[in-house]
């Protein structure tokens, strides 16, 4: 079989990404602009000024990745970029760069949905095994997928609010804690013991998430603390707050898995480098025999090589799009 390289584009947020990946398997070259600097002085990424830097830095970055590859456009198989979701000026960006690549260079052009290139990050690290569990979880996404096979996918449940990573930064804002304040969280909550009495949300039998409640009661907690005058532990409520976020997504994820009789699962998305997250999960599937897969830290936030690694099975797959593609804030996973 020839060698097929994809041409990944990623531009849904604040970074600006290119990558080469050849045969969904082996990353040649990645190059990313980050704009975290940008945002921090705004607690938060700001739509027109992301944008706008994908515009300034599109060109070089797609250069610096040829160049590193010591490959032309002319070396590519296919094209493949993020359409979304994501903030709607930051990927149409990334949409009218690959669009006109491909139509200048007669290249097919790949549509990939956002989630999608995270679950094939894992790719990356070690091919998936099929039928398998995906645990979406991003500042943008918290979904519990289910896939028979390549490119198959069936959503069993999401958040019903906030995503996990967006309560994650919301609480460390209320904790006056600098963006992007997951990470942070994470360590603090490492440091820490779980003193703070916090509700487990949508404690049910499904396998959706809520956030939203989880948050609110972080903020109340602290702001009645405040009232009485009593200093708030950051670690303790850190570690607190992180142990019920563990406890919601583990319970519902190891259902999933036993209620399909899978063997298999993957974790996906920028929250999927928590440590405290991974390090129960790991537990978990040791304990119940699950092969557990989570993409290394530099696959896991947002970055094209996970773009062109699920563009080249949606190329097998024969997705392929048209000059007319646009970018779209929200779209359901196919």
Do not use: W
């Not at 990745?65 to 010591?70: G, I, K």
């Amino acid at each position: 079989m020839k060698d097929i390289y994809i041409l990944g584009i990623e531009s849904s947020c604040d970074e600006t990404s290119f990558s080469i990946v050849k045969n969904g398997v082996e990353e040649i070259s990645t190059v990313i602009s980050t704009q975290i600097d940008i945002h921090k002085q705004y607690g938060g990424v700001v739509p027109e000024i992301a944008s706008r830097a994908h515009i300034k830095n599109i060109t070089f970055v797609l250069d610096e990745c040829l160049s590193e590859a010591n490959m032309t456009i002319d070396d590519i198989t296919a094209i493949a970029v993020t359409y979304g979701p994501g903030l709607i000026g930051s990927l149409l960006v990334g949409v009218e760069c690959a669009k006109t690549l491909a139509y200048l260079y007669k290249k097919p052009l790949i549509p990939v949905h956002h989630i999608a290139g995270h679950i094939y990050a894992n790719n990356l690290v070690k091919r998936l095994e099929f039928p398998l569990i995906a645990l979406v979880i991003s500042g943008g996404h918290t979904e519990l997928i289910y896939m028979e096979k390549d490119y198959s996918f069936k959503k069993l449940g999401s958040t019903l609010d906030d995503a996990v990573g967006e309560c994650y930064d919301k609480v460390a804002k209320v904790l006056n804690i600098e963006y992007p304040g997951g990470p942070k969280i994470d360590k603090l909550a490492s440091l820490g013991k779980n003193t703070y009495e916090l509700p487990i949300p949508l404690n049910d039998d499904s396998y959706n998430f809520s956030f939203s409640g989880l948050k609110s009661a972080v903020i109340n907690l602290v702001h009645n603390e405040e009232q009485r005058g009593n200093l708030i532990n950051k670690e303790n409520l850190a570690c607190s707050f992180q142990d019920v976020v563990i406890k919601s997504l583990t319970k519902k994820t190891m259902k999933a898995l036993k209620d399909y009789n899978v063997h298999n699962l993957i974790l996906a998305g920028g929250v999927a480098a928590n440590s405290g997250i991974r390090n129960k999960f790991t537990e978990l599937c040791e304990e119940n025999n699950i092969n557990y897969t989570f993409p290394s830290i530099k696959y896991a936030t947002d970055n094209a090589a996970m773009i062109a690694t699920a563009g080249f099975y949606a190329y097998l797959d024969g997705k392929r799009a048209d000059i007319t593609l646009n970018a779209t804030s929200s779209c359901e996973l196919e």
